[in-house]
């Protein structure tokens, strides 16, 4: 059965979508099949992913033409007819994936209207409690979808590239997860957003578990409700000499110091388990630094590739050059690979 994984933070600007795409490719590479889940309206992940194939096609466009559409079905369009009272789930069968690189990386594509889910799913939310049965089926699509299409496919990680918010989507989409993480960047703001995040998901877990049992009872695929945490993702930090920069390094001490004595104890009061959090994360809340990609971002982000996968003749460098750049694109690939093997544990 596949695990679900969502990466949460309702900060924005900490690398949720690059983190997403090369963890994804960091777990093919150990041999899994994994699907990547564009579940933000600003649909980063899926220009990330299909960069090559939007360029092709908008070279193409004479000035008088519509953009040729993408390939693959949107999040939006599978949901749509569930949402309408179509269908009482989603027709898995109907969905088109998109593969990457290999088949064993798939991407279902993101929606720029997928503002029209976010106010469906506030209705389901605040409806969850009465006996409209429409609303409980709206309620617990995006779980049913997900693990039906996973089951089908034989994926064995789920990773869902969730918004910047705390609205009902993000919510849908983390309630639906078996595990997350939390990216950040070390800041001071980060570091504010810490308490914030431990008042919403303990709010999300409470509120989800008071409905799981009836829910069960009328035979409806509700998820648990209780993703267990991961760690935390420091990243996009900036060097000096090998070594975060002074004002980086304070925050990076502070944050998973709050991670430990707010954010995991308010979840484990909220799911009524300790299992919430993986064992490990109470002395080692950080599963991995990844700093600042510097000249890496761009070239990764043009030609969708994961950033240690990139070639001499992708980038363009030769000599000394190359050799730094190598070294670095190596080391990168040792990072994911340690946050990949965090994640299968």
Not at 5 to 26: D, E, I, M, Q, R
Not at 32 to 47: G, S
Not at 96 to 118: C, K, W, Y
Not at 202 to 214: P, V
């Amino acid at each position: 059965m596949a695990k679900l994984l969502a990466l949460y933070n309702h900060k924005g600007g900490v690398s949720k979508t690059t983190t997403s795409f090369n963890l994804a490719h960091a777990l093919e590479s150990k041999g899994h099949r994994v699907l990547l889940v564009d579940a933000d309206p600003q649909c980063n992940l899926t220009e990330l992913c299909l960069t090559q194939t939007i360029e092709q096609l908008d070279l193409q466009l004479a000035d008088d033409q519509e953009a040729a559409p993408l390939p693959g079905t949107t999040l939006l369009e599978a949901l749509r007819p569930r949402f309408t009272g179509d269908r009482a789930t989603v027709d898995i069968d109907a969905i088109e994936l998109v593969p990457l690189h290999t088949d064993n990386v798939q991407l279902f594509r993101g929606d720029i209207g997928l503002s029209e889910a976010e106010d469906l799913l506030s209705q389901a939310h605040s409806q969850r409690t009465t006996t409209d049965i429409h609303q409980k089926r709206n309620y617990v699509a995006i779980y049913d979808m997900l693990s039906r299409l996973a089951d089908k496919h034989k994926f064995d990680f789920v990773i869902i590239d969730v918004g910047p918010s705390a609205g009902a989507l993000t919510r849908s989409c983390f309630l639906a997860a078996d595990l997350f993480l939390v990216p950040v960047v070390p800041d001071r703001f980060n570091y504010q957003a810490i308490g914030s995040l431990r008042a919403i998901i303990s709010k999300w877990m409470r509120e989800h578990a008071a409905i799981i049992a009836e829910f069960k009872q009328l035979g409806l695929n509700v998820a648990e409700g209780k993703p267990q945490f991961r760690g935390v993702v420091m990243q996009r930090y900036q060097r000096y000499g090998g070594s975060a920069k002074p004002a980086f390094r304070h925050w990076m001490d502070r944050i998973p110091k709050r991670v430990v004595s707010e954010l995991l104890p308010a979840i484990v009061e909220a799911a009524g388990t300790k299992d919430v959090v993986w064992a490990e994360c109470w002395a080692q809340p950080v599963a991995v630094e990844i700093p600042e990609f510097a000249s890496l971002g761009p070239m990764m982000l043009t030609r969708g590739k994961p950033v240690w996968a990139l070639t001499k003749e992708e980038t363009g460098w030769a000599g000394s050059v190359w050799n730094e750049r190598e070294a670095e694109m190596k080391a990168f690939g040792a990072r994911f690979a340690a946050l990949a093997a965090r994640i299968e544990a």
